[in-house]
C-alpha cells in the first residue's frame, strides 16, 4: 500500500541524511520526498511517499521516530488528507502545437510562467495522478524536461502535525 | 574565563565522572591529548589498536553500567574504531566516542586524515555530532552522554574539529539538556499493564523469555522477584544471561540456535509468553513461520517501540523501561484476587522436567583429548561461579554461555548481536580496570585472540592481570562445524595454519604463559592461574582441545525452534 508520511524535524545539517540512510539502510521504499523549513526556521518539515505492507509501515514509522532529531512523525493516509506536487514541464509550442499546448494547459488549470518563441514552462500543480494525466494528454514528442517536487501533504480540517 | 574546546572536552569528561578514557593520539587529537596530560580527575589508557579502544571502553559499559569512553584521531583513528562502535550499537551499549576531525576549513577538501566521520558512523551509532563551533561543544558532549545512556542505549560519537579544540570560550557545563525531539518512553501504559497482569494468570502454560534489555536496564531484581510469584519458567537470549541466576531451579537455561532442549521446547510450546527486553533475534526463535505455528498470546515489555512487533507480532506491547514496568507489575500481581492456575501450571512443569531429563548439554570428559566444555565447567568451579567472563566469537563464546553459570548480571561480556570476533582481550581490559580486584577472565579461540592480540602489550604496561582461557581447537571451529553440516566436511580456510607459540609469545608480552595438553591438568593449571601468586599477572593459558568437537544443540538456520540437532543423535 501506498502512504504518505509526514514528519518534523530539527532543521540541521544532516538531518536529511538520517531520513534517507534509514530507508537504504533497512530496504524501504522511497517514491518522493520533500523537505523544507516551517514557518520556524529551527524546524523543518518532511513529507515521504512510501510503499509497504501494513507491517512495514509501522515499522517506518517506528524507526522514524525513533531518529534523534526526529520530533513528530504522522502517517497522513491514516485519515483524511491533502496532497499537492508542483511540476514544471518545458514544451516545445510552435505552429500549431503553441495553441494546442496552451488550451491542454488552460484545461489542467496549469499556467505558462515562461515563453520563448520556440517554448512554453509550464506550471501545474495537483495530485500526482493530475500530473501524469497532464503528461498523458500532451504528445510526448514536444516535452523537452520536466521537473517534478514529489508529494507534499497535510491533514484536513483540524488534523494536524506541529510541535 | 575562556579555555580553549580541547580543554572544554577533558573538562566535560571529568564532570560526568569518567574514569577511564581509552584511547590512541594523532594529529587531530593532539590539543585534546594536551589537556589530557595537564589533568588528574581521569586516568587515559592507551591501547595498541583504536578497535580495541572502544571495544575496553565498550566493556567497562557492560560490566559497570555507566558510559564508557573512547577518544580517536581522524581518518585512520576513525575507520579502526568503526568495528568497535558496530559492536556497541548491534548490543544496545552506552558509549560516547569523541573523534579528532581535519580543521572546519578543510573539511570536504580531501584534507589529510579526513573521513566523513558523522557519514561513516551514521548507520551504527545511536546518534552523532559534529560540533563545528566551540560554544556548542559542552551542550553537545552533554546530549552524547544522556542520548547514550537513556532510553535503549547506545553509542554516540562526538566529532570535534582541530581547530574547534583551540578555539576559545567560557565553559559552562549544564546539568542537564532539553531535547524537544528526545523523550524515551519510561513509564509503561497502565492499561496494557492490566491486560499483561491478567493474561499471566490465566496462563496455563506460561513462559518468560528475558534479553539483554533486562541487564541493560538494572531489573534482575524485579525479575527474580517476578519468576519467584509466579511460579514460571524462564530462560534467557545470550545477553541476557546473569539477569536471573543459571542454577535457579526456574531458570531453563539459554535459549535459541545453541539454547537448551527445555528452553526452545517451552518456548515454542507455551500458551502465554512475557518477552522482557529482548527483540526476538533470528538467532533466538529460529524460523518466525514455524515459530507462529503454536498458538500463544505475547506480552512484550521493550523500551525501544521498534523492537516490538518486528520479527514476532505480539498480543500485548509494552514501551516502557523494564525496571518501571516489572515494578508496576509486581504491584498489581500482589494486589489481584486470582493467583497463577496451580493444576495447569503443575502440569506444565512435569513436562519441562521431562525435557530436562535430557540433560542435553552432557558431555563425556574421557581419553586423552581436553573437552572444551570441561575446561569451562573446571573455570566455573575453580572461580567458584563468581568471575568476569568475557569472550569471543565461535564455537568457545557458545561453550562460555552454556557451562560457566551466571548467576549474576553484568558478568558476562560478549558480542551477540555484530559477533565481533577480537572483542575479548580488549573487553578484559575494560572490566578489569572497572573491577581491578574482580576475577576476570577471557575465554577465547585461538583465531579470535589474534584479532586483537596486540592488547596483549597494553595489559603490560597498565598491570591488567586478566587470565586468558584459550580453547585451542587449530580451527574457526564455529566455521569448521557449519562446513561439516551442511558444506560435506569440505573446510574451507577454517584450519588455523602457524599458530604461534602463544606461550613464548605471552612471554615476549612480558606475561606468564601455560599450554595445557592433558585432561588431568586442566584444574591444576586454572587454580594456578588464579591463585595469589598469579594474582598480579596476566596468565595466558593456551589449552589444546578437541579438534572436532562441535556445539549442541542446534537449531539450523531456517529451522524451527523445536527442530534441534541433539549431541546423541549424532
Ligand atoms: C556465534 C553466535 C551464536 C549465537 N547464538 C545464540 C543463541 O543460541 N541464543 C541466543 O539467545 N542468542 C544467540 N546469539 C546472539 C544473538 O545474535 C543476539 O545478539 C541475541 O540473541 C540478542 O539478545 P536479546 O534478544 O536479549 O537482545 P539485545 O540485543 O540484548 O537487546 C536488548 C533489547 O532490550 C531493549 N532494552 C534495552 N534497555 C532496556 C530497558 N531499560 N528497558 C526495556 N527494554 C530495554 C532493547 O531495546 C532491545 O530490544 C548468538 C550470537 C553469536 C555471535
Ligand atoms: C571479525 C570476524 N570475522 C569473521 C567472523 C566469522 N566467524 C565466526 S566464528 C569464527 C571462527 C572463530 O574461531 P576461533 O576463535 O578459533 O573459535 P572456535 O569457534 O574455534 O571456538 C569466524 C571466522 C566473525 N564472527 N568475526
Ligand atoms: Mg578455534
Known sequence: ?163 | MEVTGAEIVVRCLAEEGVEFVFGYPGGAVLNIYDEIFKQNKFKHVLVRHEQAAVHAADAYARATGRVGVALVTSGPGVTNAVTGIATAYMDSIPIVVVTGQVPTPAIGLDAFQEVDTVGITRPCVKHNFLVKDVKDLAVTMKKAFIIAATGRPGPVVVDVPKDVTAHLTEFVYPATVEMRSYNPVVKGHSGQLKRAVQMLLEAERPMIYAGGGVVLGDASPQLVELTRLLGFPITNTLMGLGGHPATDRQNLGMLGMHGTYEANMAMQHCDVLLAVGARFDDRVIGDPAHFAREQRRIIHIDVDPSSISKRVKVDVPIVGDVQNVLTDILALLKQAKEKPAAAALNAWWTQIELWRSKNCLKYNQSGAIIKPQYVVEKLWEVTKGDAYITSDVGQHQMWAAQYYKFDKPRRWINSGGLGTMGVGLPYAMGVQLAFPDAQVACITGESSIQMCIQELSTCKQYRIPVKVVTLNNRYMGMVRQWQEFFYGSRYAESYMESLPDFVKLAEAYGHVGMRIDKPEDVEAALKEAFSPALKERLVFMDFQTDQTENVFPMVEGGKGLSEMILAEEL
Open chain 1, 1 to 163: 500500500m501506498r502512504h504518505i508520511i509526514s514528519l518534523l524535524m530539527e532543521n540541521e545539517a544532516g538531518a536529511l541524511s538520517r531520513v534517507a540512510g534509514l530507508f537504504s539502510a533497512r530496504g524501504y521504499n522511497i517514491e518522493s520526498l520533500t523537505v523544507a523549513p516551517t514557518e520556524d526556521a529551527t524546524l523543518s518539515r518532511m513529507t515521504i511517499v512510501t510503499v509497504g505492507s501494513e507491517d512495514v509501515i509501522e515499522q517506518i514509522t517506528k524507526q522514524l521516530n525513533k531518529l534523534v532529531d526526529v520530533i513528530k512523525v504522522m502517517d497522513l493516509s491514516d485519515g483524511r488528507h491533502i496532497e499537492r506536487e508542483l511540476m514544471l514541464v518545458k514544451v516545445k509550442a510552435v505552429g500549431l502545437a503553441r495553441e494546442e499546448m496552451k488550451r491542454t494547459a488552460d484545461i489542467f488549470r496549469g499556467r505558462i510562467i515562461d515563453v520563448t518563441d520556440a517554448t512554453y514552462t509550464i506550471e501545474l500543480t495537483g495530485t500526482g495522478s493530475k500530473l501524469d494525466a497532464f503528461l498523458e494528454a500532451i504528445d510526448p514528442a514536444f516535452i523537452i524536461e520536466t521537473v517534478r517536487t514529489g508529494a507534499s501533504g497535510i491533514g484536513r480540517g483540524e488534523r494536524s502535525l506541529k510541535i
